[in-house]
Nanobody, 117 residues
């Protein structure tokens, strides 16, 4: 089992920055990780993929966040990050992190990001 805890959300003005963190409850061997990343869900909208890292280290981003968001991981801290710059009101959503370990999905509880205009 893996528990994921997100932090770093909050209220920020348009153009501002936030860094989300996703801490795992235990160390996970890189070999066991199939993918990890971030989704978001805005009110009245479907959950959408924001960014992810797959097992070979390749990163992918939604077109709407390319050039503004950066996903990264710190294996020593069992933590994944999402650096969000140049935030826009349309980035307002609950952000969820996930990790797929040996093809089993684990999700965090979500953290609210609100961007005011």
């Amino acid at each position: 089992q893996v528990q994921l805890v997100e932090s770093g959300g909050g209220l920020v003005q348009s153009g501002g920055s936030l860094r989300l963190s996703c801490a795992a409850s235990r160390s996970i061997s890189s070999i066991s990780i199939n993918a990890m990343g971030w989704y978001r869900q805005a009110p009245g909208k479907q959950r959408e993929l924001v960014a992810h890292i797959i097992s070979d280290g390749t990163t992918n981003y939604a077109d709407s966040v390319k050039g503004r968001f950066t996903i990264s991981r710190d294996n020593a801290k069992n933590t994944m990050y999402l650096q969000m710059n140049s935030l826009k009101p349309e980035d307002t959503a609950v952000y969820y992190c996930y990790v797929v370990v040996n093809w089993v999905e684990y999700w965090g509880q979500g953290t609210q990001v609100t961007v005011s205009s």
